[in-house]
């Protein structure tokens, strides 16, 4: 016969129930490494072209201002997105200690995880549409 204390059994639900936000969470710090990594780029880039170092060019010097804030707008949206899935985990967690149902705290908490990730994924698809847009190839045969 195995004997089990409540809140035991409470803590072992709490880490099931966490393991979802945790990969979702997991998913987001993915993201956030190449939302990072564009930024890094539209930095340098821009560097070198208020450093003259590649010539001036003052339409694409605003393109990538401009980019550069809607990176930053989806960063700092699934930043908030990882936060709120942080919150979620440790609502879990004290609810499960504490015995105390927070499950509109959990919801809410859910809730703002997932609209801050479909701001952040929107923002950054915004970002990505406007980098191909400012994208001038020439074919060689011209």
């Keep these: 016969m195995c004997i089990h204390s409540e809140p035991a059994g409470n803590v072992a639900t709490a880490i099931q129930l966490a393991l979802a936000p945790v990969f979702l969470l997991t998913g987001i ?5 190449v939302m990072m ?12 072209l208020a450093d003259g170092a590649v010539g001036e ?13 809607i990176v930053s707008i989806a960063i700092t949206a699934c930043t908030l997105a990882a936060l709120s899935l942080c ?7 004290a609810g499960a200690l504490l015995d105390i149902a927070l499950d509109w705290v959990v919801a809410a908490l859910f809730m703002t995880a997932t609209l801050s990730l479909i701001v952040g994924l929107a ?19 011209r």
Excluded: C, Q, W, Y
């Design 37 to 48: 990594g564009r930024l890094a780029r539209i930095v340098d880039r821009g560097r070198a």
């Design 57 to 69: 060019k003052p339409v694409e010097l605003k393109v990538l201002e401009r980019r550069r804030r």
């Design 29 to 33: 710090a993915g993201m956030l490494n």
């Design 87 to 93: 919150m979620v985990i440790t609502a879990l967690f």
């Design 123 to 141: 923002t950054f698809l915004r970002e990505v549409h406007l980098s191909s847009r400012s994208l001038h190839f020439l074919r060689p045969d």
